[in-house]
């Protein structure tokens, strides 16, 4: 079965470490991306309840492009 969005956002942001070398947290990727926490939160909510407008796409693809990649 494929990976949905929220789930791939999830791992990805999971696999981000913040300066003391712990999993970036929700609230970190939240100010990263310039959204809300709970914006972000409705993003990885398994089904997501929105999914991001034009600008926050462009930038996670510009900053994590692996979350738009195609997963075998």
Do not use: Y
């Not at 981000?16 to 712990?22: C, D, Y």
């Not at 999993?23 to 914006?39: G, H, K, P, T």
């Amino acid at each position: 079965m494929a990976e949905s969005f929220s789930e791939r956002l999830k791992r990805t942001r999971c696999s981000k470490k913040n300066e003391l070398g712990r999993c970036l947290s929700q609230e970190d990727a939240a100010r990263l991306f310039a959204v809300s926490l709970s914006c972000w939160r409705s993003w990885e909510h398994e089904p997501p309840r929105h999914l991001p407008d034009n600008r926050s796409r462009i930038k996670i693809q510009e900053l994590w492009p692996e979350v738009f990649s195609r997963q075998p």
